[in-house]
């Protein structure tokens, strides 16, 4: 039986543009890609076009532990939503909505089968939560 996605969102005070800009570009993710302050994001690699296959690495500080967070692209639209498939087969799908100064960036994913459901939402709340932080400071 499939699970329920988890959504999580944040609003932040940024054109879509810089917003967008933002999500995509290594250099950046580099920078806000973490739920905590003790783990970092220390190489990523985007290729953003349908096909295009994204990759970033995730460590604890110490290097007490750390993984690769990777899939393929399978559909960009620039500025407002990318979606995509990670290497297990869930699905991933970022929005970026509003008309105004505020945009709303929405993370609807697939939830994975080794840690629980409030686990996972509150982990990628974090990482969306780092990246208002980053973004609205640019």
Not at 2 to 22: E, G, L, M, N, Y
Not at 123 to 128: A, D, F, N, R, Y
Request: hydrophobic share 35%.
């Amino acid at each position: 039986m499939p699970t329920k996605p988890i959504t999580v969102s944040v609003s932040i005070q940024q054109p879509a543009k810089v917003i967008w800009h933002h999500l995509t570009n290594p250099e950046s993710i580099k920078q806000w890609n973490q739920a905590s302050d003790d783990w970092e994001t220390t190489k990523a690699t985007v290729d953003l076009k349908v096909g295009g296959r994204f990759l970033s690495h995730m460590q604890a500080k110490d290097g007490s532990a750390g993984f690769d967070f990777e899939g393929t692209y399978t559909l960009v639209k620039p500025f407002q939503r990318y979606d995509y498939v990670l290497e297990d087969g869930r699905h991933v799908k970022v929005t970026i909505q509003g008309l105004f100064s505020t945009k709303t960036v929405t993370f609807v994913f697939d939830p994975e089968n080794e840690n629980p459901r409030e686990m996972q939402q509150d982990g990628w709340q974090s990482i969306l939560n780092s990246f208002k932080q980053f973004v609205e400071k640019v």
